[in-house]
């Protein structure tokens, strides 16, 4: 059993103030390219209604060419808290590109320096501004200058274990005028392997008078409170622990808020929201929708039985009917099974 400590539930009983901007929750839904659309932040604002979430990141050199708004940029008017995540390494791009994040609605600006791939890293975007942090002070003020909202900071401790640079990258930002600082525990060498370093968290805590979030590893409602105990940050940003699971990021603000453990969806309820996941990608995107879908479909296809045999027909699906088919076999299965163990059970009792 998970517990919260009374010190540390005082700590968080405030909202979170990232400049004039208050956020009710201490528990943020990372961007997470390919996944955090409207569709996957409506399903994950149902449990987490106060939490910020964030776009998929967006390319600030791609506006600029091309002036019209992708769709990985949309906001729904009534989704809040909101932030809009760009990358690039021109400041003057990524400001002309903040001013069309807050007119789409953004509550923040985020910046990515913490993207690891390579065709990010090579034209100087993401982790790479880590090795290059006047340039990324020069896209802060910049940024800052050129928008009313707060500007934050998404990224990592440093390029690889003999050049972690994170107390110091850090403070630059917070002087050039970020708001607030997510830090990914992990050096852009470590991709997504290996644990992530929270105490480098905890020491950039130390340094910095603006809120910092801990990212890295928030599988669970304990690891988040290990997290939050052991580093000292102002809240927590969940990310793979979201995949095909939506309500990690409600569970954990719930926790926080009561001392209370939700109890975690059945299996059934897992389908029911891969369901709706489903119609709604394809509803939203018609075709490309429901090949997206198949990534998100094999995660919320998981822990139960059955769930192996329901991944291999899910990734391969070609069209909404055909996904919606088999997840509703998939429920039918679970609740024939669960019908035939009751079954059992009050044979036994009357037997
Ligand atoms: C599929 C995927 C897509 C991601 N996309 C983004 C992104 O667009 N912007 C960003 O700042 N981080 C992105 N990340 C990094 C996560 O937000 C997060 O920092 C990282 O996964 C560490 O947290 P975790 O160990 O809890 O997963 C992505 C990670 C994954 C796995």
Redesign the pocket.
């Known amino acids: 059993m998970v517990s919260l400590s009374p010190t540390l539930q005082a700590r968080l009983s405030t909202p979170l103030k990232i400049g004039s901007f208050e956020v009710k929750s201490r528990v943020l839904q ?7 659309d409207m569709v996957f932040r409506r399903l994950v604002r149902r449990y987490a209604p106060d939490s910020m979430m ?1 776009t ?2 967006v390319n600030a050199t791609g506006l600029h060419y091309v002036k019209e708004l992708p769709k990985i940029m949309e906001v729904d008017p009534n989704e809040r808290p909101i932030s809009i ?1 760009l990358f690039d390494c021109r400041p003057d791009f990524l400001a002309e590109a903040a001013v069309m994040a807050v007119k789409e609605g953004a509550d923040t600006v ?1 910046i ?1 320096m ?2 690891p791939v390579n065709k990010i890293t090579k034209n100087g975007g993401g982790s790479s501004l880590l090795r290059q942090p006047e340039t990324a002070e020069a896209i802060v003020r910049s940024v800052v200058k050129a928008v009313d909202v707060p500007v934050t900071v ?1 990224t990592r401790i440093g390029w690889t274990d003999k050049e972690i640079t994170i107390l110091d990258f850090a403070k630059r930002m917070e002087d050039a005028g970020a708001q607030m600082i997510t830090v ?1 525990g ?1 050096t852009r060498a470590q991709g ?1 392997n290996g644990a ?1 370093k929270w105490e480098w968290i905890a020491r950039v805590k130390e340094v910095l008078s603006i809120p910092v979030i801990g ?5 669970s409602v304990e690891a988040a409170v290990k997290c939050l105990e052991q580093t000292g940050a102002d809240g927590v ?5 979201t ?1 095909g699971y939506p309500f990690l990021v409600g569970e954990v603000d719930h926790f926080i808020k009561t001392g209370q453990e939700l109890p975690p969806p059945t299996a059934i309820q897992r389908l029911e929201c891969a369901r709706e996941h489903l119609q709604a990608l394809w509803e939203y995107k018609g075709d490309r929708g429901v090949r997206q879908a198949r990534k998100h479909m094999t995660w919320y296809a998981k822990g139960f039985s059955g769930a192996a045999e329901l991944r291999g027909q899910l990734s391969v699906i070609e069209t909404v009917d055909q996904g919606l088919d088999i997840i509703d076999r998939g429920i039918n299965k679970i609740a024939t099974g669960y019908q035939s163990e009751l079954e059992l059970e009050s044979d036994f009792q009357f037997a």
């Open positions: 990372s961007p997470l390219s390919g996944v955090t964030y998929e990141m995540q985020d990515n913490g993207c998404k990914h992990r997504y992530a990212n890295g590893d928030i599988f940003m969940c990310s793979r622990g995949l």
